[in-house]
């Protein structure tokens, strides 16, 4: 059963640099056919896409985020993380690691339970 | 990207059918068979509940089931029960390969 967790600090200070992380268990993140996602939710809101590493470092983002986003993989730790920059109130949400499966038409199958991360001075 | 468009509250009795739309435009919805559905329950993660329009993961019940008309997803409840009174969001790939997510509706069963 695969299952992803994230980790990060849950209280982060405006115009600062938001790092998190999602382990990934019970099966390996160097494959193909998965892409490796961050998904948030703002308070009482709906989801939003924010972009999603593949295996091999391939990259792809919301354009709505500009250039704010960053998502790497090590996939000698099973993990990938997601780097968000120049942070306003506007980006306090729950943050969710997912997996997106090709074979699903590239449906989210597989999520963490989600973080919360509050932007705050 | 603009979200999917979804409205933003159903209701029906215990043992009715429901049905929730989900609207994009021909950038997204209309473009492919690569449209899903989550359930959300309060403070948990997202659930998928449809693949590809109209497939259940296993161990998903059959009283949820997918279709697409144009650029216009619907996901139907049949059998309502106490226990899908949750949040679904449906989304979709789009030709510029992102993801898009709808909006949300609440599902209340009365």
């Known amino acids: 059963q695969v299952q992803l967790q994230e980790s990060g600090p849950g209280l982060v200070k405006p115009s600062q640099t938001l790092s998190l992380t999602c382990t990934v268990s019970g099966g390996s993140i160097n494959s193909g056919g998965y892409y490796w996602s961050w998904i948030r939710q703002h308070p009482g809101k709906g989801l939003e896409w924010i972009g999603y590493?593949?295996?091999?470092?391939?990259?792809l983002y919301n354009p709505s985020l500009g250039s704010r986003a960053t998502i790497s993989i090590d996939t000698s730790r099973n993990q990938f993380s997601l780097k968000l920059s120049s942070l306003t109130a506007a980006d306090t949400a729950v943050y969710f690691c997912?997996?997106?499966?090709?074979?699903?038409?590239?449906?989210?199958?597989?999520w963490g339970q989600g973080t919360l991360v509050t932007v705050s001075s | 990207q603009s979200a999917l468009t979804q409205p933003a509250s159903v209701s029906g009795s215990p043992g009715q059918s429901i049905t929730i739309s989900c609207t994009g435009t021909s950038s997204d919805v209309g473009a492919y068979k690569y449209v899903s559905w989550y359930q959300q329950h309060p403070a948990k993660a997202p659930k998928l509940i449809i693949y590809e329009v109209n497939n259940r993961p296993s161990g998903v019940s059959d009283r949820f089931s997918g279709s697409k008309s144009g650029n216009t997803a619907s996901l139907t409840i049949s059998g309502l029960q106490a226990e899908d009174e949750a949040h679904y969001y449906c989304?979709?790939?789009?030709?510029?390969?992102?993801?898009?997510f709808g909006g949300g509706t609440q599902l209340t069963v009365l």
């Open positions: 989304s979709s790939y789009t030709t510029i390969n992102t993801r898009i």
């Open positions: 997912a997996r997106g499966r090709y074979t699903y038409s590239y449906a989210f199958d597989y």
């Open positions: 590493v593949y295996y091999n470092a391939n990259t």
